[in-house]
Protein backbone atom coordinates (compact mmCIF):
# COMPACT_ATOMS: atom_id res chain seq x y z
CA UNK A 1 0.00 0.00 0.00
CA UNK A 2 2.89 2.30 0.91
CA UNK A 3 3.95 2.02 -2.80
CA UNK A 4 0.71 2.80 -4.18
CA UNK A 5 0.29 5.88 -2.24
CA UNK A 6 3.54 6.94 -3.38
CA UNK A 7 2.82 6.10 -7.07
CA UNK A 8 -0.51 8.36 -6.47
CA UNK A 9 1.38 11.51 -4.91
CA UNK A 10 3.83 11.56 -7.78
CA UNK A 11 0.74 11.61 -10.32
CA UNK A 12 -1.01 14.18 -8.23
CA UNK A 13 2.34 16.15 -8.00
CA UNK A 14 2.31 15.68 -11.76
CA UNK A 15 -0.64 16.75 -12.12
CA UNK A 16 -1.20 19.68 -10.42
CA UNK A 17 2.27 20.89 -10.66
CA UNK A 18 1.61 21.17 -14.42
CA UNK A 19 -1.83 22.72 -13.93
CA UNK A 20 -0.44 25.30 -11.60
CA UNK A 21 2.51 26.45 -13.44
CA UNK A 22 -0.31 26.87 -16.53
CA UNK A 23 -2.50 28.83 -14.54
CA UNK A 24 0.25 31.01 -12.57
CA UNK A 25 2.56 31.67 -15.77
CA UNK A 26 -0.04 32.11 -18.66
CA UNK A 27 -1.82 35.18 -19.36
CA UNK A 28 -5.79 34.97 -19.07
CA UNK A 29 -6.60 35.30 -22.76
CA UNK A 30 -4.37 32.03 -23.29
CA UNK A 31 -5.99 30.08 -20.10
CA UNK A 32 -9.47 30.89 -21.31
CA UNK A 33 -8.91 28.81 -24.31
CA UNK A 34 -8.16 26.23 -22.77
CA UNK A 35 -10.54 26.95 -19.17
CA UNK A 36 -13.80 28.43 -20.23
CA UNK A 37 -14.24 28.86 -16.24
CA UNK A 38 -11.60 31.40 -16.05
CA UNK A 39 -13.80 33.62 -16.69
CA UNK A 40 -15.31 33.96 -14.27
CA UNK A 41 -12.80 35.09 -12.36
CA UNK A 42 -10.17 37.91 -11.44
CA UNK A 43 -6.72 36.99 -12.51
CA UNK A 44 -5.65 37.31 -9.12
CA UNK A 45 -7.65 34.65 -8.33
CA UNK A 46 -6.84 32.61 -11.08
CA UNK A 47 -3.17 32.95 -10.27
CA UNK A 48 -3.52 32.18 -6.81
CA UNK A 49 -5.20 28.31 -7.67
CA UNK A 50 -2.26 27.86 -9.37
CA UNK A 51 0.35 28.49 -6.70
CA UNK A 52 -1.85 26.77 -3.99
CA UNK A 53 -2.00 23.62 -7.03
CA UNK A 54 2.07 23.77 -7.45
CA UNK A 55 2.71 24.26 -3.44
CA UNK A 56 -0.09 21.13 -2.96
CA UNK A 57 2.26 19.29 -5.81
CA UNK A 58 5.47 20.31 -3.89
CA UNK A 59 4.20 19.14 -0.38
CA UNK A 60 2.82 15.93 -1.95
CA UNK A 61 6.85 14.80 -2.27
CA UNK A 62 9.14 17.00 -0.86
CA UNK A 63 8.69 16.28 3.02
CA UNK A 64 7.77 13.11 2.66
CA UNK A 65 10.87 12.25 0.80
CA UNK A 66 13.00 14.41 2.75
CA UNK A 67 11.51 13.45 6.30
CA UNK A 68 11.58 17.17 6.75
CA UNK A 69 8.11 17.52 8.47
CA UNK A 70 6.43 14.98 6.74
CA UNK A 71 3.13 15.69 8.14
CA UNK A 72 2.88 18.50 5.24
CA UNK A 73 2.18 15.60 2.76
CA UNK A 74 -1.27 14.43 3.82
CA UNK A 75 -2.05 18.45 4.77
CA UNK A 76 -1.01 18.84 1.04
CA UNK A 77 -3.58 15.95 0.01
CA UNK A 78 -6.17 17.37 2.07
CA UNK A 79 -5.82 21.08 0.57
CA UNK A 80 -6.40 19.11 -2.74
CA UNK A 81 -9.67 17.75 -2.17
CA UNK A 82 -10.49 21.24 -0.62
CA UNK A 83 -9.62 22.57 -4.08
CA UNK A 84 -11.17 19.73 -5.82
CA UNK A 85 -14.40 20.15 -4.22
CA UNK A 86 -14.36 24.08 -4.73
CA UNK A 87 -13.43 23.51 -8.19
CA UNK A 88 -16.62 20.82 -8.50
CA UNK A 89 -19.00 23.31 -7.26
CA UNK A 90 -17.49 26.12 -9.91
CA UNK A 91 -18.27 23.68 -12.63
CA UNK A 92 -21.55 22.39 -11.05
CA UNK A 93 -22.75 26.18 -11.16
CA UNK A 94 -21.47 26.70 -15.08
CA UNK A 95 -23.39 22.98 -15.63
CA UNK A 96 -20.09 21.02 -16.74
CA UNK A 97 -20.87 18.10 -15.67
CA UNK A 98 -17.51 16.41 -17.32
CA UNK A 99 -15.68 18.35 -15.39
CA UNK A 100 -17.25 17.54 -12.39
CA UNK A 101 -16.22 13.96 -13.29
CA UNK A 102 -12.92 14.51 -13.81
CA UNK A 103 -12.36 16.51 -10.71
CA UNK A 104 -14.51 14.13 -8.35
CA UNK A 105 -11.59 11.60 -9.28
CA UNK A 106 -8.94 13.80 -8.24
CA UNK A 107 -10.64 14.02 -4.66
CA UNK A 108 -11.31 10.76 -4.34
CA UNK A 109 -7.56 9.87 -5.13
CA UNK A 110 -6.34 12.97 -3.21
CA UNK A 111 -8.66 11.77 0.09
CA UNK A 112 -7.13 8.38 -0.28
CA UNK A 113 -3.43 9.87 -0.19
CA UNK A 114 -4.94 11.84 3.04
CA UNK A 115 -5.96 8.75 4.61
CA UNK A 116 -3.48 6.87 3.76
CA UNK A 117 -0.79 9.65 5.29
CA UNK A 118 -2.77 10.36 8.27
CA UNK A 119 -3.34 6.90 8.94
CA UNK A 120 -1.97 3.33 8.69
CA UNK A 121 0.86 4.28 6.25
CA UNK A 122 2.03 7.82 7.91
CA UNK A 123 5.50 8.70 7.60
Known amino acids: MNVFLWILQAVL ?9 MKSAQTMDKLAEKL ?6 SPATVRFIGVVEFAAAVGLILPAATGIAPVL ?8 VITMLLAAMT ?3 RKEPQAIA ?5 LI ?10 GPYAF
Open 36 to 41: AWVKDF
Open 73 to 80: TPLAATGL
Open 102 to 106: FNAVL
Open 109 to 118: LAALVAWGRF
Open 13 to 21: AAMFGMAGV
Open 91 to 93: HAR
